[in-house]
């Protein structure tokens, strides 16, 4: 079973800046994977899947890269509605998540 | 468009059952795979199971087999989560999400969940 790490667990950031947060998979899985937002009190929000394709509705600030075993999320400009948790998954794992939060 | 809606969270004692629900409106039901999901309240996500959209394929986390059973009732755009021998570790909010396809797992839906709690 795949192993998913993110990094770091906690990001503090001001609205405006650049976020990127990090998943490492334990072992190569191509484009498969997908990132989720969390805000407190809801239910998860697709973001970008296999990889790098953005849900439908997705603002295009938030940007997906990477495959094998390396991959990132990129928000380029920080809106206040953006600080949440994140998520990454592939298949049936879940990353510890990345909180980004207000600086 | 599309809605998820889950039911039949509560309280219950460790070893006794309880079936969750989740009611789907705004698309082919019949179409897609549907999965449950769980998150202990403060914690993580986790992944519990999902079934294939005619009922013919299901798939659960190791620590759920032989407990817990998913099945759908397309007449009714229905799934559930028949929960058995719970333990407190089960203890977590049940969200059910959509399938971008039958196996895809990318959820791209989820309902608002609902609280199950395993205490004496």
């Known amino acids: 079973e795949v192993i998913l790490t993110q990094s770091p667990a906690t990001l503090s950031l001001s609205p405006g800046e650049r976020a990127t947060l990090s998943c490492r998979a334990s072992?190569?899985?191509?484009?498969?994977l997908a990132w989720y937002q969390q805000k407190p009190g809801q239910a998860p929000r697709l973001l970008i899947h296999d990889a790098s394709n953005r849900a439908t509705g997705i603002p295009a600030r938030f940007s997906g890269s990477g495959s094998g075993t390396d991959f990132t999320l990129t928000i380029s400009s920080l809106e206040p509605e953006d600080f949440a948790v994140y998520y990454c998954q592939q298949r049936s794992t879940f990353g510890g998540g990345t909180k980004v939060e207000i600086k | 468009q599309v809605q998820l809606v889950e039911s039949g969270g509560g309280v219950v004692q460790p070893g006794r059952s309880l079936r969750v629900s989740c009611v789907a409106s705004g698309f082919s039901f019949s179409d897609y795979g549907i999965h449950w999901v769980r998150q202990v309240p403060g914690k993580g996500l986790e992944w519990v199971a999902v079934?294939?959209?005619?009922?013919?394929?299901?798939y659960y986390r190791d620590s759920v087999k032989g407990r817990f059973t998913i099945s759908r009732d397309n007449s009714k755009n229905t799934v559930y989560l028949q929960m058995r021998s719970l333990r407190p570790e089960d203890t977590a909010v049940y969200y059910c999400?959509?399938?971008?396809?039958?196996?895809?797992?990318?959820?791209?839906?989820w309902g608002q969940g609902t609280l199950v709690t395993v205490s004496s």
């Open positions: 999400a959509k399938d971008e396809h039958n196996f895809g797992y990318n959820f791209h839906q």
């Open positions: 072992q190569r899985v191509s484009i498969y």
């Open positions: 079934i294939s959209d005619d009922g013919s394929i299901i």
